[in-house]
């Protein structure tokens, strides 16, 4: 191997599966060979560690946090975000493996070519692991077996308008086919779960007050989606998984399809669990995304959902353009949410901010990274390398100060376009250092991800809540 001498990293805070507890962890080529004893490795008895050891003292050492919801954009929409971009401020923010979404860009990764144009674009540019999402559209049936053995995690569908025009949503007979063939070839469906009826009846309201926008997009929209989608999920047998769950709404409608048996999961978001729409200043389009951030109420209720172990995973469902599509005001736009582009941009905030508020609401590190890194590892399939720090695991690492505090400024992110709803507020949690299989990230030097591809023996995800 070109890079990882054995050694050591030893921290008083080591955050294993089944707790936090003072260790040594000894990697070598680029993998955790063995947990010890804290203070117990390089006392003598390994002149073979020769790659020295890092103590961290009180700094927490977690796996790396996987985020199997991240879009790109690149090639096509670069100036929204890119590869470069987009991983750099992964490794900052402690995330080890992205999982890149296949709308946005430009092609989609709807057919083997798109997702060979994405592969080349990225070669050489990405600061962490990176695997992709394959799309499923009205009519490209045909291309979700090649894409499956090229690789790809599964297969994203919108049920409603996805915001540009190149991924088409599906409608009920597109959607029935498109599971029918993934429960065929064993892939994954994950699906953005609002409903294009609902959403036409709802009152539209333009305008800079964010309770117009979140009318215009009402739970009912999310909880008539799931319910259709869970109906075609137990005809077809496909295993689905809900992406961005804003309405905790839904919940009583998964639990009640788990116990008919229907193959179902559901993540949820930082912002979702973190922001309310009574903070949502007007104007501020940062906020806007789709489904929104809802009510505090609802805010409450995930976290309890959360707490039960209903969500797999929280991920960031980054989603950036240009400033000037968000129609921002200090950019000089209107502040109109029904107009601007819908998506939030914290790649690098999701660990702070979720840390900032588990904190508060009494879980611990232990909790924060079975959401962020061993529940989106077991959704890929990757569990035999990624979320966890386990004997075997890739050394994907993160230093973690839980007591350091940083206030957000949206220009010292690394992602693209400085435009974050985090702004201004002051999180819990600094990352002081990333590992990737074992070697620093260090976005100063040349950049060392690789390229993932979805795992042969793992196309079916244990269901949860078991
Ligand atoms: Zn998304």
Redesign the pocket.
């Known amino acids: 191997m070109p890079f990882s001498q054995p050694a050591v990293i030893r921290s008083r805070r080591v955050v294993l599966p089944d707790g936090e507890r003072p260790a040594d962890v000894l990697i070598r080529d680029g993998k955790i060979e063995q947990i010890a004893t804290h203070g117990s490795l390089l006392a003598g008895d390994r002149p073979d560690v020769a790659g020295g050891l890092t103590d961290l003292g009180d700094t927490a050492l977690l796996p790396g946090l996987v985020d199997t919801?991240v879009?790109v954009n690149e090639p096509g929409r670069t100036e929204w975000e890119g590869f470069a971009t987009a991983t750099r401020a992964a490794a900052a923010g402690g995330v080890t493996t992205i999982i890149d979404?296949p709308l946005n860009s430009i092609p989609p990764t709807t057919t083997v070519d798109g997702l060979v144009a994405k592969r080349k674009t990225a070669e050489g540019q990405a600061w962490v692991d990176l695997g992709f999402w394959g799309g499923a559209v009205p009519g490209n049936v045909p291309d979700l077996e090649p894409l499956h053995r090229e690789g790809v995690f599964g297969f994203k569908s919108f049920l409603a308008p996805s915001g540009v025009d190149e991924f088409p949503h599906v409608e009920a007979a597109d959607l029935e086919a498109a599971l029918a063939e993934q429960a065929r070839i064993g892939a994954l469906a994950i699906i953005?779960a609002e409903d294009p009826a609902v959403l036409a009846a709802a009152p539209q309201q333009p305008g800079v007050h964010y309770r117009d926008f979140l009318a215009s997009r009402p739970a009912d929209a999310e909880t008539a989606a799931v319910a259709n989608l869970l109906d075609t999920a137990r005809r077809t047998g496909a295993r689905v998984h809900i992406?961005?769950v804003s309405s905790a709404a839904v919940l009583p409608l998964l639990r009640q399809a788990r116990e008919d048996g229907v193959r179902v999961t559901a993540e949820t978001c930082p912002h979702y669990l973190t922001l309310a729409a009574e903070q949502v200043p007007d104007g501020d389009t940062a906020f806007k995304c789709c489904p929104p951030i809802r009510d505090e109420g609802n805010r409450d209720r995930l976290w309890e959902a959360l707490a039960n172990g209903e969500f797999i995973a929280v991920v960031s469902?980054h989603?950036p353009s240009t400033p000037d599509l968000k129609l921002l005001p200090e950019y000089g736009g209107s502040g109109d949410f029904a107009a601007a582009w819908g998506?939030i941009a914290s790649l690098q905030l999701g660990l702070p901010a979720i840390w900032t508020e588990a904190r508060r609401r009494g879980h611990g590190l232990v909790d924060v990274v079975r959401w962020m890194s061993g529940g989106p590892a077991e959704l890929a399939g990757l569990t035999a390398t990624k979320g966890a720090i386990a004997v075997g695991r890739d050394a994907d690492l993160v230093a973690f100060d839980p007591d350091g505090e940083f206030a957000v400024h949206a220009a010292g992110l690394h992602h693209r376009n400085p435009v974050t709803p985090y702004a201004g507020r002051t999180l819990t949690g600094v990352v002081r250092t990333t590992w990737l299989r074992g070697r620093v990230v260090d976005t100063g030097a040349e950049p060392f991800g690789r390229q993932l591809t979805r795992p042969a023996a793992a196309t079916t995800p244990t269901d949860r809540p078991s």
């Open positions: 919801h879009h979404m953005h992406l961005h469902d989603s998506g």
